[in-house]
């Protein structure tokens, strides 16, 4: 009885996380066209006519650019709270209503063998959510897009096997780089994206005796690099005698290779 895993992509260009138990096979957003998606699929083993939900966490289109599609080629329900229903509604086209559900913000629903947890974030987004999967024991967490993690957040991810992190930007990157000061503003704010650092700063607040694998997610194209992320997240930790390597380890998401099909 295993949970199995893939960061399909994972960046501002289009994000996609697929995991399976035994008895199920979710995906979570699907900001990728059909097309790149299910050559994402194809490089883990899996294809897309497999899945039993897609789930949402909200509704930009990093998220949910190939959601429709996807969802009326396969006959995919499709679980989004009403907040971001509401919000992509245009965006994904008309999806029949025999596959749309809710899935409130704090709220656990069982798929088959795996249960699986809402909390909310804090993002520029209409109720933006992220997830805990629960199976057998095992726990792993699913956080990007949010401006900070809050006493609250970390309550409900702590103490994960696997957890997949934002760590967005670097902030002198960010702050010398080309984009406009409003975009700056918003990226920095707690609406935003959480940088390195801050990764770095609320990893160590949850990371527990049972923590394996972190990945870095949803890195920056224009303002930061894998080796920065990975340097700048380790170097916290070991400040707070957290020592890469010994029990956990960290790993890199890309925005166009899916990585390996791992275990939780």
Known sequence: MTMRFSVLASGST?????????????????????????????????????????????????HIKGLGVLARKYRLPVYANEKTWRAMEQAVGDIPPEQKFVFPLGAVRT???????????????????FYVFHY?????VLLTDTGYVSERMKKTIENADVFVFESNHDVGMLRMGRYPWSVKRRILSDIGHISNEEAGLALADVIGDRTKQIYLAHLSQDNNMKELARMTVAQVLEQKGLAVGARFHLY?????RATALAYV
């Not at 995991?19 to 199920?24: H, N, P, S, V």
């Not at 798929?111 to 987004?125: K, N, P, R």
């Not at 890199?252 to 166009?256: N, S």
């Open 252 to 256: 890199d998401t890309d925005p166009r």
């Open 14 to 62: 289009g994000n996609a996380f697929y995991i399976e138990t035994d008895r199920q096979r979710l995906l979570v957003d699907a900001g990728l066209s059909g097309k790149q998606l299910e050559e994402l699929f194809a490089e883990i083993g899996r294809h897309p006519r497999q899945l039993d939900a897609l789930l949402v966490t909200h509704e930009h289109s990093d």
């Open 111 to 129: 798929f088959g063998d795996v249960d699986v947890e809402s909390f909310g974030v804090s993002h520029d987004a209409a109720e933006p959510m």
């Open 136 to 140: 057998e024991g095992k726990k792993l």
